[in-house]
């Protein structure tokens, strides 16, 4: 029989997935109003645009009717509608529980909602999600913004009733080629295992992206004085007489951290996202949107 404390963890979650689902609807609408869309043209049934007539377009292009309207000729294009697979993976290990603000949101929290606004997102524009490591086929529609939701409860209630902690990095699974990955992490592990998961994924013929999210105290270090810091994955306590004297040292190493994704990512045409908790989600959400559909633009 599950512990009182256990059960009440349980609930705690069922609780916040209509709140968070609600959340992510709302980042996804406010950034699709800045987006108008992800249209590209291509092979497809819906209009999109007329267009002047340029040399070497065929004839068949020609749109007779609306160049009657004036003295030049015009193309009627149409949309792509080619629908990609896309996976979605957010890190859900014991370090990404960590707010240093009260009231804010976790990076775990952060990751969830930017995992789910970006699914609401993809499945508006027709595009096929499915959570990574799941076994299940990306589909379309809301009900994979659904099933997404589901899954990232489903993965928490198993943590809160068996005590399980979910790896740091994303699983390495042989996926079709010509899909894409967005993993969403700290992206704080050591960069060769980093760099392993970037080469299987791109090796494979996938594009990807990644969302480094980091809470306000991971980045300024702002403590001053004697301080204790206890790890969240069983790395122990630590304490420093006086944090301010190492915090230009913790800076330049953390800016060494974010230079490597940027370079490990630049040879595959990756892209990488910065994002702090206490930054709001739609920014970091539109420049990851966008970056997907110029990849998608630039594959067709």
Not at 35 to 40: D, S, T
Not at 157 to 173: C, E, F, I, N, T
Not at 222 to 233: A, D, M
Not at 237 to 250: C, K, L, P, W
Request: aromatic share 6%; no cysteine.
């Amino acid at each position: 029989m599950a512990s009182s404390s256990t059960l009440h963890r349980s609930l705690e979650l069922a609780g916040t997935l209509p709140a968070l689902m609600v959340a992510a609807d709302r980042v996804a609408a406010t950034v699709i109003q800045g987006v108008h869309g992800r249209r590209r043209v291509g092979q497809g049934d819906a209009f999109w645009q007329y267009r002047p007539y340029r040399a070497g377009d065929s004839a068949g292009q020609i749109d007779w009717r609306q160049s009657a309207r004036s003295r030049h000729l015009f193309v009627r294009e149409t949309e792509w509608e080619a629908a990609a697979s896309v996976w979605l993976w957010r890190d859900g290990s014991p370090s990404m529980q960590y707010a240093s603000l009260r009231n804010s949101d976790t990076k775990a929290l952060r990751a969830e909602l930017i995992t789910l606004a970006l699914a609401s997102l993809l499945s508006d524009a027709g595009e096929r999600v499915a959570v990574l490591g799941t076994g299940m086929r990306p589909i379309s529609g809301r009900l994979a913004v659904r099933r997404v939701a589901e899954t990232l409860f489903d993965e928490a209630r198993q943590v809160a009733d068996r005590g399980a902690a979910l790896p740091s990095l994303p699983p390495l699974l042989p996926l079709p080629a010509h899909g894409t990955v967005v993993l969403i992490s700290d992206w704080l592990d050591p960069l060769d295992r980093i760099e392993a998961v970037i080469r299987h994924y791109s090796g494979g013929g996938l594009r990807g992206h990644l969302v480094q999210i980091l809470d306000p105290a991971e980045e300024d270090l702002p403590f001053n004085g004697h301080v204790k810091f206890e790890g969240l994955e069983a790395e122990g306590q630590h304490t420093i007489r006086r944090v301010e004297g190492v915090r230009e040292a913790y800076g330049a190493r953390l800016a060494a951290q974010k230079e490597g994704l940027l370079h490990l990512t630049r040879s595959t045409d990756w892209t990488v996202h910065l994002h702090r908790t206490d930054k709001s989600p739609q920014t970091v959400l539109l420049s990851l949107y966008l970056a997907m559909a110029d990849l998608r633009r630039l594959a067709a």
